[in-house]
């Protein structure tokens, strides 16, 4: 995402394409016989749903890992974006609102396994929440 500008993000259809695109590549990786990972917001649990169905169209396990971290540490986190990106200040935080806003947490009828990750804390300590902890990296 670097040099894109953030208000582009938001613009259109912009974010329809991007899901369509990752899916679309992901089931060619996942058609090859190895895992992916997406990573996006996937905010809504229409768009979870069409991961984890492409996920069982291939055999393959779905695991959505929910991401958060202390509200300091994402406005932190959210700054340096900006400042890397060289947009707008405040790009970053405006596109992070319209993902809260539209956010909707999953349900227990949803498929797939959730996991949610606390990134404010240490990696090793995410990795053991996906059940990686023990994995030797390949």
Known sequence: RAGIPTYVLRVGDFAERVYRGMLRRAADVLAGG????LDACF?????????????????????????DAPPEQVA?????????????DGG??????????????PSAGEPGRFVRIDTGRPRHEWLHALGLGTKARP
């Open 34 to 37: 190895r895992p992916v990972v």
């Open 76 to 88: 932190a986190r959210l700054a340096r974006r900006d400042r890397r990106d060289g947009g707008p």
């Open 43 to 67: 905010a809504d649990a229409g768009r979870r749903a069409e991961a984890a169905a492409l996920a069982a169209r291939h055999g393959a396990e779905f695991v959505f890992a929910y991401c």
């Open 92 to 105: 970053w935080p405006a596109i992070a609102q319209s993902v809260t806003a539209q956010w909707q947490a």
